[in-house]
């Protein structure tokens, strides 16, 4: 299926933009996660973040459309709007031009039935003054005659008035009515026009995102080739190492001070703080996502505002991250001091319970070869 069958497809079934959205970084996750590189190995890092670079483009682009796709929609259901107003107003406009039509017709009727009403009133088709009178018997038939006529000519004049007025009335709607059709017509034309520039945009977007997606796609394939995969002794929990610089401003207070208080986005002597210190140490950026080991996983997209530095979590191994492991209650984070050629980590870290290499709650611990798999990292870059 292409892209754009995709988007259509997305439309039809009223997927809404977040679902989109979350889809696809979902397998943008998945893409960027399914591959290792290892420690210093440039060129494997250059395709990978060229993949990542494109596959984002793509999204950004796939996203575009969609959001164009909306504005379409949009446009379509006013034009459809549109179309049925002008529809209105034509039928109206027939209408009007049969009544207007009716109405002359009726008006030209009652002139003429008035008129032949005069006719008709013993005047012998002659209604002048001298003729009315010489056919009368008396002064008084002849006024009777001459207020009949009268009476006769002031219906015909009322009703013809009556009648034209009623033309008038519905010449006036008719005009009306083709002015408004005038300017439906004059808004249709407007909204087809920006549909078009719309659809040219969208277009435009999804070519953009094919094209981006073929590019990473092609540095994907790249990335197989120099992908690393971490030996199987990258399990463990390590072995305790002496020596480690320790530069935890609270060291000299654990573990006495175990959970008394907060610093540095957990409680003292504990992991959570030591690791979020050693991250504002290294890196300038502070803990504000929470204070057990799943909040860890879930800190993706902080920024540092004077660097730039930007966090997001996968489970390849680096120096100066922050490892989390889950598991139990509350979980445990290390900070990787460094990557081994096997995939296993050097690490210092907080209250871990293991008097057996010399590990205790509570306090500083540092270890190496620890293993890595099924281990999140929250990186600074």
Not at 77 to 89: P, Q, V, Y
Not at 207 to 219: F, G, H, P, R, V
Not at 341 to 352: C, H, L
């Amino acid at each position: 299926m292409t892209r754009k069958n995709k988007n259509s497809y997305k439309r039809i079934f009223g997927y809404s933009f977040i679902m989109t959205l979350v889809a696809l970084l979902t397998i943008f996750t998945v893409k960027t996660s399914a591959y290792n590189c290892k420690p210093g190995d440039t060129e494997c890092e250059a395709a990978k973040a060229n993949m990542q670079q494109n596959q984002a483009a793509a999204n950004e682009f796939s996203n575009k459309a969609d959001s164009v796709a909306g504005v379409i929609d949009q446009l379509n259901s006013e034009i459809g709007s549109l179309n049925g107003e002008i529809a209105a107003s034509e039928n109206k406009i027939k209408e009007l031009k049969v009544q207007i039509t009716e109405t002359e017709q009726k008006l030209s009727e009652t002139q003429a039935a008035l008129a032949e009403m005069l006719v008709n009133m013993h005047f012998s088709g002659d209604s002048e003054p001298i003729t009315i009178l010489a056919g009368s018997k008396s002064i008084s038939d002849y006024a009777e005659k001459q207020a009949r006529e009268d009476v006769a000519k002031q219906e015909i004049t009322a009703a013809s008035e009556r009648v034209k007025t009623m033309r008038e009335e519905l010449q006036a709607k008719k005009d009306e009515a083709e002015q408004t059709l005038e300017s439906l017509e004059g808004k249709r034309t407007l909204v087809a026009s920006k549909r078009e520039t719309q659809k040219s945009l969208m277009a435009e977007y999804e070519k953009n995102a094919d094209e981006a997606s073929a590019l990473a796609s092609y540095w994907e394939e790249q990335l197989k080739a120099l992908a690393w995969t971490p030996p199987s002794n990258s399990v463990g929990n390590g072995s305790r190492s002496w020596g480690a610089n320790n530069t935890y401003p609270y060291r000299y207070n654990c573990p006495q001070d175990n959970v008394r208080y907060s610093a540095y986005g957990g409680a003292v002597c504990q992991c959570t703080s030591y690791a979020s210190y050693k991250a504002q140490e290294r890196w300038g950026i502070v803990n504000t996502w929470g204070g057990h080991a799943y909040n860890y996983v879930n800190a993706v997209g902080y920024t540092v505002p004077s660097t730039g530095i930007r966090t997001y979590v996968d489970k390849n191994p680096a120096p100066n991250t922050i490892a989390i492991q889950l598991g139990g209650s509350y979980g445990h984070v290390m900070w990787v001091e460094s990557v081994n050629a096997n995939g296993s980590i050097n690490v210092t870290e907080y209250n871990v319970n293991w008097p057996s290499i010399g590990c205790y709650l509570g306090d500083f611990c540092s270890r190496n070869n620890v293993g890595s798999a099924g281990t999140w990292f929250l990186h600074f870059d």
